[in-house]
């Protein structure tokens, strides 16, 4: 049995490539969001989830996104100072995806 903390990640790794590859949620699309978008977006999310509307994987889902929304916005803020993160994939582009297999079974 795999850790539940690596899954998790593993998850939030597969969904942050897949907006990029799907939505062109690219670093380059978010460095031009410097105005607090993806907290904003990410805030709408929590505010859905704090509203009881959702239920089961709708809930999970949400909290999914919103931690890719912030992942992102730190990644976007890295960039503007020229820090390197872990999550920097435009630096070694390999280390991090090597870490992860490509899918969790579920």
């Known amino acids: 049995m795999r850790d539940p903390v690596f899954q998790l990640l593993n998850e939030l790794a597969l969904e ?3 907006q ?3 939505e062109g949620f690219t670093p380059e699309h978010d460095d ?3 105005a607090g978008e993806l907290p904003m977006e990410a805030l709408g ?3 859905s ?3 009881g509307t959702l239920s089961g994987e709708g ?3 949400h909290c999914v996104h919103v931690a890719v929304l912030m992942m992102r916005e730190t990644e976007r803020i890295d960039r503007r100072d020229g820090r390197q993160t872990p999550l920097d994939r435009t630096a070694e582009p390999q ?3 090597r870490s992860l297999p ?3 079974p579920p």
Do not use: A, P
């Open 16 to 18: 942050r490539t897949r």
């Open 20 to 22: 990029e590859e799907e």
């Open 32 to 34: 031009g969001l410097d």
């Open 45 to 47: 999310f929590v505010e």
């Open 49 to 51: 989830l704090h509203s």
């Open 59 to 61: 809930q999970r889902g």
């Open 95 to 97: 280390r991090f995806r």
């Open 102 to 104: 490509d899918r969790v």
